[in-house]
């Protein structure tokens, strides 16, 4: 995640249509990243669901719930202040 910080502002610098190639090439990357995230999350939060376990009980659990929602919130914000 800290080198796609890095690659986007290394984005501000460019124009025009290189400026908006490279942002989509950004979000081409990173789109199906935080989907593997999403649909991770989501086989885990179902496995212990069918098995009766209880959810977010360690410091681990509570840190990727943390990771899924910076990831989503930077891929959102990403989007919202996209600009050609």
């Known amino acids: 995640m800290a ?3 890095v690659t986007s502002i290394g984005f501000r ?3 025009g249509e ?4 490279a942002i989509w090439r ?7 990243g935080n989907l593997l ?11 212990k669901e069918s098995n009766f376990l209880g959810h977010f009980d360690t410091l681990h659990s ?3 719930l943390g990771t ?6 930077s891929q959102l914000g990403g989007a919202i ?4």
């Open 81 to 84: 202040s996209f600009r050609k």
């Open 37 to 47: 995230l999403v649909a991770g999350f989501y086989q885990i939060y179902k496995f």
């Open 62 to 64: 509570w840190m990727g």
């Open 26 to 32: 950004h979000a081409l990357w990173t789109g199906p």
């Open 18 to 21: 290189k400026r908006v190639a």
């Open 68 to 73: 899924l929602v910076l990831s989503l919130g």
């Open 13 to 15: 610098h460019l124009t």
């Open 3 to 5: 080198q796609g910080l």
